[in-house]
């Protein structure tokens, strides 16, 4: 039997995500500045996703750690978000 789409996202993703953006080789150069912010982080080459289940207090948080952001977004889990956990690999690989 499939599983259907919202159970997925509940056994292999975290209720929401905060999307960040940076300056273009500012994620390279972190360095442990996002540990402890969220269950799972994922750098991607133009954004790095932290997986969590309050992306508004994490977003908070990072402001608070003096980290810069060019954008934030926080969005509901979708089913890219599980493919990614599963294999490692955006749907678009950039």
Excluded: C, K, N, W
């Excluded at 960040?20 to 954004?47: C, K, M, N």
């Excluded at 969590?52 to 003096?66: C, F, I, L, Q």
């Amino acid at each position: 039997m499939d599983a259907p789409p919202l159970e997925l996202i509940r056994a292999y993703s975290t209720p929401e995500v905060l999307e960040l953006r940076f300056a273009v080789g500012v994620s390279e150069t972190l360095d442990g500045q996002l540990e402890g912010l969220a269950d799972r982080i994922e750098v991607l080459p133009d954004r790095i996703l932290l997986y969590t289940g309050d992306g508004e207090a994490a977003a908070e948080e990072v402001h608070r750690r003096g980290l810069d952001p060019i954008t934030t977004l926080v969005r509901r889990s979708s089913l890219e978000d599980v493919f990614l956990r599963l294999t490692g690999r955006s749907l678009v690989e950039t």
